[in-house]
């Protein structure tokens, strides 16, 4: 009798333990598959870094996490998947760059201002890229016939607003003007350069190394101040167009995992100690070494210091966009103030 007794009260005190909790969280998290959506095609970066991420992440959350390709507008559509999903922390959303800069572009009302920060993960380098057998021997080649013929040199990119975008209006501030082809990802933009639908494109170093190792592309230049470790033969853009050092200094393609604003805090917290110790296995070191990632993560490891670089970032592009005239939305509209 008294052992019936007993088990009643601990059931009782185990569904008042229930009631006080979270909703979705029930007695620990997570209990079920994660699914990270990635708001870019398969074989981007941003496509790579998540799969590994996720390798990582479910030796610690001990559950599936799983990567779902969502393409298309400039990552907005993937966004808006993520915002739809339940505020339960079994949606994260592997945010690129666009996010920042979807506003004032007018192709959605999305912002980093809608998420909360679990991460920054890594800033990929930028290289401008041709074909093996392109007639562009340099990166001067290239931007010499840029310059003599504006407009008609072809670039394939990931669509408005984003990096690849925002290093053309750098190219185009410095007088080089180049004709922007669109596509669904960053795999599709380099298989259009290997198809020759277009002469080159503003890749991310993590996507093309392998066919740079290959011969199947070469480097002309790494969009930036300073060279990459493993290619110390490739001038950094600074080196060959002079004055643009302030325009080349930020990193253009940070990626960064992100849930809704209403996630439980519970779930953030658990979710951010997994990626702590995510990104200390040696698989994901030597993605980021192999790949001359940027360690983003180690910069901005706090949730104040990454809201801060959100912002920061923000205010920065999509100013750079909106005074080129390539976005037809102000910052102002969103009290995005112009950086200092």
Known sequence: ??????????????????????????????????????????????????????????????????????????????????????????????????????????????????????????????VIVVRKDSPYQSVKDLLTDMKERPGKVKMSYTGPGGSGHVQSLILQHFGFQSANIAYAGGADAIVAVLGRQVDFTNANYATVSSYAASGD????????????????????????????????????????????????????TVLRAAVREAVKEKEWVDFCQNNSLEKLYETYDTVEKAEAFFAAWEARVSWLLYDAKAAPNSPDQFDIPRPQ
């Open 217 to 268: 592309l070469k480097l002309l230049a790494v969009c930036s101040t300073h060279r990459l470790p493993d290619q110390p033969d490739v001038p950094a853009l600074s080196e060959v167009i002079e004055g643009a050092e302030a325009l080349l200094s930020i990193p253009y393609t940070p990626l960064s995992l992100l849930v809704k604003k209403d996630v439980p805090k519970e779930a953030c």
């Open 1 to 126: 009798m008294q052992t019936m007794f007993r088990r009643t009260i601990a059931s009782v005190l185990l569904l008042m333990m229930l009631c006080f909790l979270p909703s979705g969280l029930a007695l620990s998290y997570p209990q079920k598959p994660i699914t990270l959506i990635v708001p870019y095609g398969a074989g981007g970066t941003a496509d790579l870094a998540a799969r590994q991420i996720a390798m990582q992440l479910k030796k610690h959350l001990k559950v599936p996490v799983t990567v779902v390709n969502r393409g298309g507008a400039s990552g907005s559509l993937g966004a808006a998947a993520a915002l739809d999903a339940p505020s339960d922390g079994y949606t994260l959303l592997l945010a690129a760059d666009s996010m920042g800069t979807m506003r004032v572009m007018g192709i959605s009302a999305v912002s980093y201002h809608d998420f909360t920060p679990i991460s920054p993960l890594v800033n990929d380098p930028k």
